[in-house]
């Protein structure tokens, strides 16, 4: 603890007397400095012991000491030390009214009592605060790292809760909560998810303090690079002493070391797992399992599906890269449920991850594209359900679905429901359009001129599959007419109605451009 007045007071050499103030005794003091002047605030910053003799002020005019002793508290003076003996024999009535009034502690300092004792003594205290605060900072630093060491980021979270008499909580990337310490602060921790959120826009290190609450907390970043990798909050009743102060940073440190060490094993991950994937596309299961062993659990035998992820435009142009904060947010799902993801970054530009069907991750990457990949440019598609005989169909699915995705602007597109849809919708682009446009161009030109209505006898006809009398029914005319009408069109495109493909071809070019609904 710092000096206090109490403290010097108690201090059998200095023989101090209170003369007014007893109730604020307790207050801590930063400082003890002499003035004379009849005005020494614009010198003060706080926290200090005002030491003086009075030798420039009118200490028996009572207004002027009101507004002496008013001007000191404005200031943050903790105290004032008045010697007598020198200037005054007693301290004058007019500031002990004063000072009485404002509860502003007097301390009565006797001759014989140098100011420079004062000193010496509060700054000794002070010293040895600090000493005490900083050696008990280095034995936080001590257990916390054989904390890290021996029992991982939970034993840290832990034992820095019970240093600074309050709670801590660790969250990764995404804003999840990871270790929370004691259990009762789970509840108000993840209730700050939007806090960490706001924090990992900024580049890192970066720190907060949130208010509202019943405690104060401080958020700081986790992180080596300008990327948040992680958040700690640290809930206490009061602001953080030094030794507090110490252990914080100290577990900082550590759990950013943690994070870095942890990102390393996951680059190997990442090496090993494209290994795998490559394996697994190959149709070589069984070698694809003798290489991972049990890094991936009985991920590769159970159902899975299969995602590719690629940035728009295929370059990473966002502030903040998507491809690795999806990868994040989607090993932190898998996390949280307690699955297996492999996650496996390509070499141009995309991200492939196999994750068990049905699961955290699946639901994870349909929510993440729905909150935050149109935003971040980001497109991904979805392989249906498959097992390892089928890895590569799965593959080659996720990809359709991306180009689709691609295609259509949107964030994600899952092959499943390309299967269950019409495929109008994936031949709405520009070069479908453009051949559709000019296969119907001729028939609009000869309608135009009123000679007739090809484009919709056509439309008619095709729609009965080329029954003549139905045909001719919906039209409200002749099948003669139909018949004449038919024969123009092959005359005027030069293809013959007898092709399948031909009538395909101009079915899909009436659906493209609208002109086959009825």
Not at 235 to 255: D, K, N
Request: hydrophobic fraction near 45%; glycine fraction near 10%.
């Amino acid at each position: 603890m710092p000096p206090t007045l109490a403290s010097l007071v108690q201090h059998s050499s200095l023989r101090l007397v209170v003369r007014a103030g007893e109730d604020r005794l307790d207050t801590p003091v930063r400082w003890a400095h002499v003035s004379e002047l009849a005005d020494p605030v614009p010198y003060m910053e706080g926290g200090e012991l005002l030491l003086t003799t009075a030798l420039t002020l009118d200490a028996e005019d009572g207004e002027a000491m009101r507004r002496y002793v008013r001007r000191l508290l404005g200031a943050g003076v903790v105290g004032l030390g008045f010697a007598v003996g020198v200037n005054y024999d007693d301290i004058p009535e007019a500031l002990l009214d004063a000072a009485r009034a404002e509860h502003l502690p007097l301390l009565e300092v006797p001759r014989r009592t140098p100011f420079l004792a004062i000193s010496k003594a509060v700054s000794a205290a002070i010293a040895a605060d600090q000493y005490r605060a900083v050696t008990a900072g280095f034995e936080a630093q001590r257990e916390l790292t054989r904390a890290a060491l021996a029992e991982g980021p939970d034993a840290v979270v832990a034992r820095l809760a019970a240093h600074v008499d309050g709670w801590a909580a660790l969250y990764d990337a995404a804003g999840s909560v990871v270790a929370v310490s004691p259990e009762w602060a789970a509840r108000r921790a993840a209730r700050l998810t939007p806090d960490v959120e706001r924090l990992r826009e900024r580049p890192a290190p970066a720190s907060a303090v949130v208010g509202g609450t019943d405690d104060r907390i401080e958020l700081q970043s986790l992180g080596t690079g300008r990327r948040v990798r992680g958040a700690l909050a640290v809930g206490t009743g009061a602001p953080l002493g030094t030794a507090e102060r110490y252990a914080v940073h100290s577990a900082i440190a550590l759990l950013t070391l943690t994070t870095e060490r942890s990102r390393s094993l996951q680059a190997a991950e990442h090496r090993l797992g494209a290994a795998v994937l490559r394996m697994m596309l190959a149709g070589q299961s069984e070698h694809a399992r003798t290489v991972a062993g049990d890094v991936y659990g009985d991920l590769l035998d159970a159902p899975f599906r299969i995602l590719v992820a690629e940035p728009a435009g295929g370059e990473q142009t966002a502030a903040e890269p998507p491809l690795p904060v999806l990868a994040e947010a989607l090993e932190a799902a898998a996390a949280r449920a307690g699955e297996v993801v492999l996650t496996v970054p390509e070499g141009d530009g995309r991200l492939v991850v196999l994750a068990g069907d049905g699961g955290a991750v699946v639901s994870a990457s349909a929510g993440y594209a729905e909150r935050e990949a149109e935003d971040a440019g980001l497109y991904v598609g979805l392989s249906a359900s498959a097992g390892p005989a089928t890895a590569a169909v799965a593959y080659k699915q996720a990809e359709q679905a991306l180009s689709v995705a691609r295609r259509r602007g949107r964030a994600l597109v899952e092959h499943e429901d390309l299967a269950a849809g019409s495929v109008l919708p994936l031949l709405a682009d520009d070069a479908v359009r453009a051949f559709a446009d000019g296969m119907l161009r001729a028939l609009r030109e000869h309608d135009a001129t009123g000679r007739g209505d090809l484009v919709a006898s056509l439309r008619a006809w095709l729609s009965r599959h080329g029954q003549w009398d139905a045909a001719a029914a919906d039209l409200g005319v002749h099948r003669h007419t139909l018949r004449y009408r038919m024969r123009r069109v092959e005359e005027i495109l030069g293809r013959s109605l007898d092709d399948p493909d031909v009538r395909m071809e101009l079915w899909l070019a009436l659906k493209t451009t609208g002109e086959g609904e009825k």
